[in-house]
């Protein structure tokens, strides 16, 4: 019976992440079939804890993340848990040999939001690296299903593409973050008097992370390939709209790229994926 609160599991990831992310919704979507259930289950797992430190006002946040960090490590080490988030993200990390200690990283960033926070040098580095690059070595174990060799080759690529997402979501919900959250992730940048300069010196790491991270795309196993290219096409047209506003605009808006422009894209990304243009 418990196969059915599998499956039941599995539609709930897909959901958050249907319900959350239109750009990584059809990127999983290109997938090898084999591989969307996973993601959807990590996208689901990440998804949830990033709303408990960011959305679950007037509630003991603390303490739900800590409730929520034993109830995972507790159903990876049991093969079950009655939650349908960590039951299907259980799944994977045992399916795929995703290691304890990324999933530690990522709930330690977690935890470093439920404090209002000015990042230094070395907590933004940390919390990147927990939040974001950690998320993308996760993704790559299913990518590479067991192949060490090929894990270690493209590691670094894909630490890149999640540190290059999680620096565009900085921009992107600057003014959110700064103004209702009290966060300033950008270590000695003064938002109060965010300028031009200090959004292109910003934008000068996002561009070497995406282009460091575009040689690994190319490299990944064909099952995945496709997917990932999708979704660093939407993003890094996010970034490039981003780029052209100026920094009084990114402080008072959030900027997106539309359902329409993503289908576009989808379309353009998929004849240069086919014509081996990337």
Known sequence: ???????LSAKFSKTITNHYSTSFSLGIYFLNK??????YAIYGFVRLADEIVDSFYDYPKASLLAE????????IERGISVNPV????QQAVNQYGIKPELIS????SMAMDLDDNVYTPDKYNEYILGSAEVVGLMCLCVFTNGDEANYERLKEPAMKLGSAFQKVNFLRDLNSDYHDLNRSYFPQVDLAAFSD???RAIEEDIRNDFNAAL????????TSRK???LAYVYYKQLFLKISHAPAGQVMTERIRVSNRQKFVLMFDSLIRYKLNTL
């Open 227 to 229: 997917g990932v290219y």
């Open 86 to 89: 960590l039951n299907s993200f």
């Open 1 to 7: 019976m418990k196969a059915k609160f599998d499956i």
């Open 68 to 75: 929520f960090r034993d109830d995972c490590f507790k159903a």
């Open 34 to 39: 084999k591989l969307r259930g996973p993601i």
């Open 215 to 222: 040689k690994g795309i190319k490299e990944l196993p064909s």
């Open 105 to 108: 990283l990522f709930l330690n």
């Open 197 to 199: 300069d200090d959004k």
